[in-house]
């Protein structure tokens, strides 16, 4: 028997207590232990969490859920990879825009001929070679920009060597758009996404590297946190 199933045998006695939206009431490490039990044992565990890393793996993403006032299903939105909780891109913009100066962005895609790929344009079949996201805090007209290229990739070495089923081989232009957003956001809204590992930039610095993520329900060790 695993340790998870361990944990979570079918008649031990988990006991957590919820508040009025649901969500398990979190005070201390007991709590966060016999809420993430709970989870799996109830099933409100993304699958995907519960095989990447079981216990571990879903209080890490409790504990995050009560650090940025989140609804627990927001865990969905959350991966265990080599023992590192990670956020998916959709919840990585979601947290940006909870930073109080931010205002609005705009996404776009140009060719090697630095022409903005758009129907006016008419140059939608044209390959992408960077991202560009242009960024307006609240209350300035400024808007500030950043890119990402293959010129940018190629220098860090993540195009070098490629396996045919890498993502920068498949899909170009979500690569370069994830490493440009984790570029633009991580610098623009640093007091509320610092030290969250965005989920894609992750993936994408482990390619050639073999995962080691359990896959059989086994869990790592819950460092303490301090759940004040």
């Known amino acids: 028997m695993s340790e998870v199933e361990e944990n979570v045998e079918e008649n031990a006695p988990v006991i957590c207590p919820v508040d009025p939206k649901g969500n398990f009431i979190i005070l201390d490490q007991i709590a966060l232990n016999r809420a993430a039990q709970m989870c799996i044992k109830t099933q409100l565990a993304p699958p995907h969490l519960v095989d990447q890393g079981g216990v571990a793996a879903v209080a890490a993403a409790l504990l995050m859920c009560k650090q940025f006032n989140l609804p627990q299903k927001a865990m969905g939105q959350m991966s265990f990879i080599k023992g590192r909780l990670t956020v998916y891109g959709s919840l990585y913009t979601a947290l940006a825009q909870r930073h109080s100066q931010y205002g609005e962005h705009e996404i776009f895609f140009v060719d090697n001929n630095i022409e903005k790929i758009c129907v006016e344009n008419k140059n939608l079949k044209e390959e992408a070679w960077a991202c560009v996201i242009r960024v307006k805090r609240k209350d300035s007209s400024i808007w500030n920009e950043y890119f990402f290229s293959l010129d940018d990739a190629a220098v860090a070495g993540l ?31 640093a007091s509320v996404l610092e030290g969250i590992d965005y989920h894609e930039d992750v993936i994408e610095s482990l390619e050639g590297f073999k995962d080691v993520t359990p896959r059989d329900g086994g869990t790592a060790q819950l460092i303490n946190e301090d759940l004040g």
């Open 159 to 189: 195009t070098a060597n490629l396996k045919p089923s890498s993502p920068w081989r498949k899909y170009i232009k979500d690569m370069l758009y994830h490493k440009c957003k984790y570029r633009a956001f991580s610098k623009e809204y």
